[in-house]
C-alpha cells in the first residue's frame, strides 16, 4: 500500500519561505504522480500543485505561480514543495497526494485526482 509521510511546514512571517517534504513508499510501479492539496477550515480542498513520475506533467495553480515550486529526488523517492514569498492566505493544511497514473496530473485541481493521501501539515503566515 502506498504511504506518504509529510515533513515540514510551522509558521513563518509574510515574504518568507517554507519546504514542504513528501517521502513516498509503495507503488508498485514508475508510472504515477505526487502533487499538493491545501485547506482552510469551512473550505474545499484547493489542488496546488503536481508532478508526475517522470516529470513530463506537471500542475501549477495560479494563486502559487511564480512562488512555489515542486521538485522530486527520485533516488530517496521523495517530493518537495518549495514556497517562497509567502502571503498570509497560503496559511492552511497542506496535505502530500499521489495517484497511480502520471495522468493524474491533468485533473488537477479537482481531488478525485488522488488515490492517496499525506497526515498533513499546517503551515501558518503571519501578517
Known amino acids: 500500500e502506498v504511504q506518504l509521510v509529510q515533513s515540514g511546514g510551522g509558521l513563518v512571517q509574510a515574504g518568507g519561505s517554507l519546504r514542504l517534504s513528501c517521502a513516498a513508499s509503495g507503488f508498485t510501479s514508475d508510472d504515477y504522480a505526487i502533487g499538493w492539496f491545501r485547506q482552510v477550515p469551512g473550505k474545499e480542498r484547493e489542488g496546488v500543485s503536481c508532478?508526475?513520475?517522470?516529470?513530463?506533467?506537471?500542475y501549477n495553480a495560479d494563486s502559487v505561480k511564480d512562488r512555489f515550486t515542486t521538485s522530486t529526488d527520485n533516488a530517496k523517492n521523495t517530493v518537495y514543495l518549495q514556497m517562497n514569498s509567502l502571503k498570509p492566505e497560503d496559511t492552511a493544511v497542506y496535505y502530500c497526494?499521489?495517484?497511480?497514473?502520471?495522468?493524474?496530473?491533468?485533473?488537477?485541481?479537482?481531488?478525485?485526482?488522488?488515490?492517496?493521501w499525506g497526515q498533513g501539515t499546517q503551515v501558518t503566515v503571519s501578517s
Open positions: 497526494a499521489a495517484a497511480n497514473s502520471h495522468y493524474a496530473c491533468s485533473f488537477y485541481p479537482a481531488q478525485s485526482a488522488v488515490d492517496y
Open positions: 508532478i508526475s513520475s517522470n516529470a513530463d506533467s506537471t
